[in-house]
Nanobody, 113 residues
Framework: QVQLVESGGGLVQAGGSLRLSCAVS????????MGWYRQAPGKERELVAT??????NYADSVKGRFTISRDNAKNTVYLQMDSLKSEDTAVYYC??????WGWGQGTQVTVSS
């Protein structure tokens, strides 16, 4: 059974940075396309960044500010978030792209303006 544990969230002022981590257990990370998702209060969960092999892709809302990466040896996916905006406030989750496993608990990111 695959388990996903997200960490690294917190409270940050607008313009600040955070680095999120997602530890994956129960599967070999290197064979999957992975993504970071977020869900803001009252909104649907949205996909903000994916990494396919070594190639990243981003939603327009985060392009140029967020960087997704992976360390297959550590079975961990990262999301570096810079120039944070209040609209980035959400719970952030990682998961497989296309066929998500069960969701982890997520990590709360709150950006104060």
């Amino acid at each position: 059974q695959v388990q996903l544990v997200e960490s690294g969230g917190g409270l940050v002022q607008a313009g600040g940075s955070l680095r999120l981590s997602c530890a994956v257990s129960g599967s070999i990370l290197s064979i999957w396309d992975m993504g970071w998702y977020r869900q803001a209060p009252g909104k649907e969960r949205e996909l903000v960044a994916t990494i396919t092999g070594g190639s990243p892709n981003y939603a327009d809302s985060v392009k140029g500010r967020f960087t997704i990466s992976r360390d297959n040896a550590k079975n961990t996916v990262y999301l570096q978030m810079d120039s944070l905006k209040s609209e980035d406030t959400a719970v952030y989750y990682c998961n497989r792209v296309g066929r998500p496993w069960g969701w982890g608990q997520g990590t709360q990111v709150t950006v104060s303006s």
